[in-house]
Structures are given as structure tokens and as C-alpha cells.
């Protein structure tokens, strides 16, 4: 990892270190992902299939998991994964559960009152990425709150394993999240799936969780056609920011780095210190601890666009921070609590030396689908609300409208829209006959 002195750097520099590794947004993805979503709307089941076989090299004749193979799901995983699956999905679920909206109700003014209430998004529809590690955790991050939520039809996507199964903890993991509704299909023939709807796999409103490049760039898409489906947020390629002062431990620094790093090519893990000591120091242990993963080929093409930038002091590295907006925020410096109101965007922080970035990635109970690219700057990670609709309510009495409606009646003319204005003037001049509108 190369070392910048952010002092040093010119505008454009500082542009430069600060940038990731680039969205291909290119013509051809957004064409063959155009592509492959008008294949899926015409051919359904068997367009899946078909793409399947080309971008997954397997051949399925069903989409949907069997019930058989649920069950031997169960069976095949070890106790000590279970219950590891049950800490995960409790810990969820308690951080989830407080996320609860209670209604909200007020008299604007005598006889008029507003309300909000919460309804579940009706049908969804859960991505869990697979193409290089099937993502369990992901299962828990997208069923817990779409089941607490209260979201009637549940649809989870992932893409099948070479010999045509689901990895088991995956199948485990939505049942015990309370969803049954599991089809192979990954990448962007499965968003376009649970957008247009196939003979096998149900249509749904919405769709969540992350994904590589044609998983984001159909999400995108299948959102820009009304017959489609919404779409959660872009969260794309894994990417960790650490502050660090001088009395951090440059080895916990380094596995932190390291654990986004190991999750793609194109994850991106950045070092930001106030000591210069700190950051030699991460170099060499960075190195030490990446000989020694089993992805250590993935996670050194990472390191290549990961940088190290020292800085004057933590303050300029906050504001740094809040330039770059990361996925994750990880706080390694002397009282971490102290710092937390000068953090504007991030999609989750972690903050002092226990509080690893993993902890988020599995169970201490927050989201970890958070956004990538820097949409942190305007948008939340996944959370309750993202499954909820919240739909308002209003509630005149006469004496409410007779108030009111004047008012109302100046808008609308303001306006021009003399049908709007008539939509009050009739009842006022009914309350009027009656003795109730002067
Ligand atoms: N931001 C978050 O919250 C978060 C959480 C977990 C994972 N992630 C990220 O999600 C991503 C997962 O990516 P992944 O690739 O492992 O799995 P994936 O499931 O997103 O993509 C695999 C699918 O991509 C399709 N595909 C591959 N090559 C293709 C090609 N040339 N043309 C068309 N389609 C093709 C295939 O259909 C395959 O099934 C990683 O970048 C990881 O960092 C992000
Ligand atoms: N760090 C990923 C989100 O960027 C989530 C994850 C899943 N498993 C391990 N990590
Ligand atoms: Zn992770």
C-alpha cells in the first residue's frame, strides 16, 4: 500500500487518491445487462436458465429450491453453524426491532388531523451475492428485517454453486429468517426475474442487497421502467476507511484492511493517520497478515488501489473522511466517542480498538448492507425502514374544512386549477345551507 502525505497533494492529487475503482458503467455492461433483462422479460424460466448456463456454467431444470432440498440443508450443516446463524439472526433482530415507527398523529389545526402510519412493503426481493463466496450473513441482513417489516411475499435470489445447489448455511439461514421462496439464479438475469416476474420466480415491488457490477447496473435499470420494481441503494464493491492516531495497533489496523480487501478486486481499504510511525507500520504488518489468507490473490489486486494518506492531524482526517464517504468507518484513536459528532458520511461506524469491522459484516446486530461509491453522503444503510412504506392519512371535520378551505380556495386559484378549488367551494356551500359556513 502506497503512502500519501495529504499536505503534499495538489487538488487534483487528493482527487486521485480518494477515488475508487471505477463502476464499469461502461456502454457494453449497461448493453449486455439491456440485453439479458429483455431476454428474461420474453423468455421468463427459460432465459434464467439459458444464462445461467452461460454465466454460472450450470445447468438447472429448476429454478426454485425444492423442499427436499431445504431439508437436507438442515441436515448437512454443523450445530456449532447453526447456532452461529441463531446469534447472528438474534442480535439482527434486536437492532431491528427497536427500529419499530410508532404512528404519529396531529391537529394542524382544530378539526383537521394528520396521521402516518407504517405498511410493509408487499412483495420483495432479496439479492445475496454469490459469485465468489456465498454470503450466509446476507441472508440474516435482508430476511430479518424484511420478516420483522411484516412483508408478505419474500423472494431470495442467489446465484447456484457449480454443481447446481445452494451452499446449505445460505438455505438455513432464510428458512430460520422466515423465508421459503429460494431460486437459483444470480447476477443480472436475477434482478431482471424479480422485477418482471418468470413462470418460476414472483414479481416483487422492490428489490435489496448488494452485488458486483451486473447486479447493481440491472438494479438500476429494471428501476427506470414502471412495469419494473425499486431498488434498495447502490451497494456495490466492499470498501473500509480506518482512523488511526499513534496509539493504535498497527496489526488490528491491518486486519481490518484486510477484511474488505479479501472480499473483491475491486474493494477498496484506506488508512487515514495523523502518525507516520502508524502508517509504516500497517505497511509491513498488511503485509504479513496477507501471506497467510486463503484469498490472498484477490485481496493483494485490491491492495493495489488501497492507499495509506497521513495528515496533520485527526480533525483533517475526519473531514477526509466525510469527503470519501465510506461503506465502513472504523475509529481507532484515543477516546473514539469524542469524535463521533464530526462524522457526517458513513454507512456504519465502528469505534475503538474492539469493535472490528466483521463484528458488523455478521452479528452485533446492525446492517451490513450499507452503501458503496460514496452514496453515503445522501443515503442509509439497510435498516427496518427500508421495507416500509409510510402512508398519511387526513381527517377533516365540517368545522375543519370551514377553516380551511378558504384557504385552500385562494391556493388553487393562485394556481389556476379551478377543479381543485371547486372540490372545496361545493362543500362549503353545503355547510353553508346548512348553517355551518358563514
Ligand atoms: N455493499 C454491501 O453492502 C455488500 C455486502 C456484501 C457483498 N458486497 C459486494 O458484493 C459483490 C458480490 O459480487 P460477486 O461477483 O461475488 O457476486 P454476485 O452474486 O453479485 O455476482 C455473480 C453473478 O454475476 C454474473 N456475472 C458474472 N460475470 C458476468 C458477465 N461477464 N456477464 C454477465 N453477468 C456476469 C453471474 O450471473 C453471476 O451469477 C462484491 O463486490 C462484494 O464486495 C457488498
Ligand atoms: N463487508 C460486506 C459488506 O460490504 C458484508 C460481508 C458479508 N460477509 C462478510 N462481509
Ligand atoms: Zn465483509
Redesign the pocket.
Known amino acids: 500500500m502506497k503512502i500519501f502525505n495529504w499536505s503534499d497533494l495538489n487538488s487534483e492529487e487528493q482527487a486521485f487518491v480518494l477515488s475508487r475503482p471505477a463502476l464499469d458503467q461502461s456502454a457494453s455492461?449497461s448493453e449486455?445487462?439491456a440485453q439479458?433483462i429483455s431476454q428474461v422479460r420474453q423468455n421468463g424460466d427459460e432465459a434464467v436458465k439459458a444464462?445461467?448456463e452461460?454465466?454460472?456454467g450450470v445447468t438447472l431444470d429448476h429454478l426454485a429450491v425444492s423442499p427436499a432440498e431445504f431439508e437436507d440443508a438442515e441436515s448437512s450443516i454443523s450445530a456449532r453453524s447453526r447456532e452461529a446463524i441463531l446469534t447472528a439472526i438474534e442480535n439482527v433482530s434486536k437492532f431491528h426491532e427497536v427500529q419499530k415507527p410508532s404512528s404519529i398523529s396531529i391537529e394542524t389545526m382544530p378539526g383537521v388531523t394528520c396521521r402516518r402510519e407504517a405498511r410493509p412493503i408487499e412483495r420483495v426481493g432479496l439479492?445475496?451475492?454469490?459469485?465468489?463466496?456465498p454470503?450466509p450473513?446476507?441472508v440474516v441482513?435482508l430476511g430479518v428485517p424484511a420478516t420483522i417489516a411484516g412483508c408478505p411475499l419474500k423472494v431470495l435470489c442467489?446465484?447456484?454453486r457449480k454443481d447446481g445447489s445452494i451452499d446449505p448455511h445460505i438455505l438455513v439461514a432464510a428458512k430460520l429468517t422466515g423465508i421459503d421462496q429460494v431460486y437459483k439464479?444470480?447476477?443480472?438475469?436475477?434482478i431482471a426475474a424479480m422485477a418482471f416476474g418468470t413462470g418460476s420466480i414472483p414479481s416483487v415491488s422492490k428489490i435489496f442487497?448488494?452485488?458486483?457490477?451486473?447486479?447493481?447496473e440491472a438494479k438500476l435499470q429494471v428501476a427506470k421502467d414502471p412495469a419494473g420494481a425499486m431498488y434498495d441503494m447502490?451497494?456495490?464493491?466492499?470498501?473500509v476507511m480506518v482512523i488511526a492516531d499513534e496509539n493504535a495497533s498497527p496489526d488490528f489496523i491491518a486486519s481490518d484492511l484486510l477484511s474488505?480487501a479479501e472480499?473483491?478486486v475491486?474493494?477498496q481499504s484506506i488508512l487515514v493517520t495523523n502518525s507516520k510511525h502508524i502508517a509504516e507500520q500497517v505497511v509491513e504488518a498488511v503485509m504479513t497478515q496477507l501471506s497467510q489468507l486463503s484469498r490472498k490473490d484477490i485481496a493483494a489486486i485490491a491492495l493495489e488501489k488501497s492507499r495509506i494518506i497521513t495528515t496533520d492531524n485527526l480533525s483533517e482526517a475526519l473531514a477526509i473522511s466525510n469527503r470519501y464517504g465510506p461503506?465502513h468507518l472504523i475509529i481507532q484513536v484515543t477516546d473514539p466517542e469524542s469524535w463521533t459528532s464530526k462524522i457526517h458520511n458513513a454507512?456504519s461506524v465502528f469505534l475503538g480498538p474492539w469493535s472490528p469491522e466483521s463484528v458488523g459484516?455478521y452479528a452485533s446486530g446492525t446492517?451490513?448492507?450499507?452503501?458503496?461509491y460514496g452514496y453515503a453522503k445522501a443515503v442509509s444503510?439497510?435498516s427496518l425502514d427500508s421495507f416500509l412504506k409510510q402512508v398519511t392519512f387526513q381527517n377533516l371535520s365540517a368545522e375543519g374544512l370551514c377553516s380551511l378551505g378558504p384557504t385552500v380556495e385562494h391556493l388553487a386559484e393562485l394556481e389556476g386549477l379551478d377543479a381543485h378549488k371547486n372540490a372545496v367551494s361545493i362543500r362549503l356551500q353545503q355547510l353553508k345551507g346548512k348553517g355551518l359556513s358563514s
Do not use: C, R
Open positions: 455492461v449486455k445487462v439479458i444464462l445461467t452461460t454465466f454460472d439479492y445475496v451475492p454469490g459469485g465468489t463466496a454470503l450473513s446476507t441482513m442467489t446465484p447456484p439464479a444470480g447476477g443480472a438475469q436475477a442487497g448488494p452485488g458486483n457490477t451486473w447486479v447493481t447502490p451497494a456495490g464493491p466492499s470498501e474488505q472480499h473483491g475491486d474493494s461503506e454507512g459484516d446492517n451490513h448492507v450499507l452503501p458503496t444503510g439497510l
